[in-house]
């Protein structure tokens, strides 16, 4: 799960806490009528009696199915960040798309972007059309390395892996990290 | 904040996870004819605690609050994960390991013990903020060194740096 999913999830999740709170906070405040209800009414107890044996099983299922949101959400959210791999489009005569793994060309890439002085490690992810793809670069730079002769290379090195697959990069994003010193 | 998102909402996925769990049992116990401890529980609380009740009320507060609390922390602006060197550029630098590197080059500095570095953008100029242990006759050379250093990473313009260097404590 990205940033931004998990800053959506839990913006959407206060909505609801603000909406719910506050307006249990109202009734029990006098503001809303109702406030001298039991929080369980009549109408939902009956719905549970006169359902047996089904409203058992409903809840078992509703059960169910939070389980399996709340399974989805730790393997989404104990997944690794970094492996994430892209995949080329390339759209067919007809209707359909041919979708193309990226591992080689990545690959020969971030061999070349390693050769650049001070990168020591590199990490490439292509989206979007084969005839002009987003190009995603993650470098890791030596702590001590300036980045002007890195930043050459890699231009260079992009500018020579379009030539070679025979593509126009439609954009080109780098981040630079600065590695920790080796003790 | 990204940190404290991902692990609420690992905790919110454990939750859910016991919470289905349990009301799977809880289910298949009331259907089977035979009504869980908990559910006897939970039903006598509910059916006798009215909404205006102070414990009701209590609940509803806190979690109105708490609603209030999260949404105004995920609404402000968060700190950027990474620093654009120049507006029109493609080239970004991770601000924090970048704090770090510059904190680094201050404490190379003679007479710095401690220091920590903030780095912030406005518009197309960088303004870091260094906090530390240190001489105050050291200020000449820590902004030497942090220009040194933000000059080696080809950093974009840079606007004033601030630098607050606080006295060592010494042992009386």
């Given at each position: 799960?990205?940033?931004?999913?998990?800053?959506?999830?839990?913006?959407v999740?206060?909505?609801?806490?603000?909406?719910?709170?506050?307006?249990?906070?109202a009734?029990?405040?006098?503001?809303?009528?109702?406030?001298?209800?039991?929080?369980?009414?009549?109408?939902p107890?009956n719905?549970?009696?006169?359902?047996t044996?089904?409203?058992?099983?409903?809840?078992?299922v509703?059960g169910?199915?939070?389980?399996?949101?709340?399974?989805?959400?730790?393997?989404?959210?104990?997944?690794?960040?970094?492996?994430?791999?892209?995949?080329?489009?390339?759209?067919?005569?007809?209707?359909g798309?041919?979708?193309?793994?990226?591992?080689?060309?990545?690959?020969?890439?971030?061999?070349?972007?390693?050769?650049?002085?001070?990168?020591?490690?590199?990490?490439?992810?292509?989206t979007?059309?084969?005839?002009?793809?987003?190009?995603?670069v993650?470098?890791?730079?030596?702590?001590?390395?300036?980045?002007?002769?890195?930043?050459?290379?890699?231009?260079?090195?992009?500018?020579?892996?379009?030539?070679?697959?025979?593509?126009?990069?439609?954009?080109?994003?780098?981040?630079?990290?600065v590695?920790?010193?080796?003790? | 904040?990204?940190?404290?998102?991902?692990?609420?909402?690992?905790?919110?996925?454990?939750?859910?996870?016991?919470?289905?769990?349990?009301?799977?049992?809880?289910?298949?116990?009331?259907?089977?004819?035979?009504?869980?401890?908990?559910?006897?529980?939970?039903?006598?609380?509910?059916?006798?605690?009215?909404w205006?009740?102070?414990?009701?009320?209590a609940?509803a507060?806190?979690v109105?609050?708490?609603?209030?609390v999260?949404?105004?922390?995920?609404?402000?602006?968060?700190?950027?994960?990474r620093?654009?060197?120049?507006?029109?550029d493609?080239?970004?630098?991770?601000?924090?390991?970048?704090?770090?590197?510059?904190?680094?080059?201050?404490?190379?500095?003679?007479?710095?013990?401690?220091?920590?570095?903030?780095?912030?953008?406005?518009g197309?100029?960088?303004?870091?903020?260094?906090?530390?242990?240190?001489?105050?006759?050291?200020?000449?050379?820590v902004?030497?060194?942090?220009?040194?250093?933000l000059?080696?990473?080809?950093?974009p313009?840079?606007?004033?740096?601030?630098?607050?260097?606080?006295?060592?404590?010494?042992?009386?």
């Amino acid at each position: 799960m990205s940033n931004a999913a998990h800053r959506l999830l839990w913006t959407v999740l206060a909505l609801v806490f603000v909406a719910a709170g506050g307006t249990a906070l109202a009734v029990g405040l006098g503001w809303l009528p109702g406030g001298g209800a039991p929080l369980l009414g009549a109408g939902p107890a009956n719905w549970w009696r006169a359902g047996t044996p089904w409203s058992g099983l409903a809840v078992a299922v509703g059960g169910v199915l939070a389980a399996l949101l709340g399974q989805r959400l730790l393997a989404a959210g104990l997944r690794v960040p970094g492996r994430l791999a892209g995949t080329l489009a390339h759209p067919g005569d007809g209707g359909g798309r041919t979708r193309v793994t990226t591992e080689v060309l990545t690959a020969a890439l971030e061999r070349d972007l390693c050769r650049a002085p001070g990168v020591r490690r590199a990490r490439v992810v292509l989206t979007g059309p084969v005839s002009g793809p987003d190009v995603w670069v993650e470098l890791r730079v030596d702590p001590y390395a300036g980045l002007g002769a890195a930043r050459a290379h890699v231009d260079a090195a992009v500018r020579r892996f379009a030539a070679t697959v025979g593509c126009q990069p439609a954009h080109l994003d780098v981040t630079a990290l600065v590695d920790e010193p080796r003790p | 904040m990204r940190t404290v998102n991902r692990v609420a909402t690992l905790l919110l996925a454990v939750a859910l996870l016991a919470g289905g769990a349990l009301a799977v049992a809880e289910g298949l116990l009331a259907a089977l004819g035979g009504p869980g401890p908990l559910v006897h529980r939970w039903y006598a609380t509910l059916t006798t605690t009215r909404w205006q009740d102070a414990p009701a009320r209590a609940v509803a507060g806190g979690v109105t609050l708490l609603g209030l609390v999260v949404l105004v922390a995920e609404l402000r602006r968060w700190r950027p994960a990474r620093l654009r060197l120049a507006e029109d550029d493609r080239w970004h630098l991770h601000r924090r390991s970048m704090e770090r590197r510059l904190a680094r080059a201050v404490c190379a500095v003679p007479s710095v013990r401690r220091a920590r570095v903030r780095l912030r953008r406005r518009g197309d100029v960088w303004r870091p903020r260094v906090t530390a242990t240190a001489d105050p006759a050291a200020r000449a050379d820590v902004e030497f060194a942090l220009h040194r250093e933000l000059d080696r990473l080809a950093a974009p313009r840079r606007g004033r740096i601030d630098v607050r260097l606080l006295p060592a404590r010494r042992a009386t």
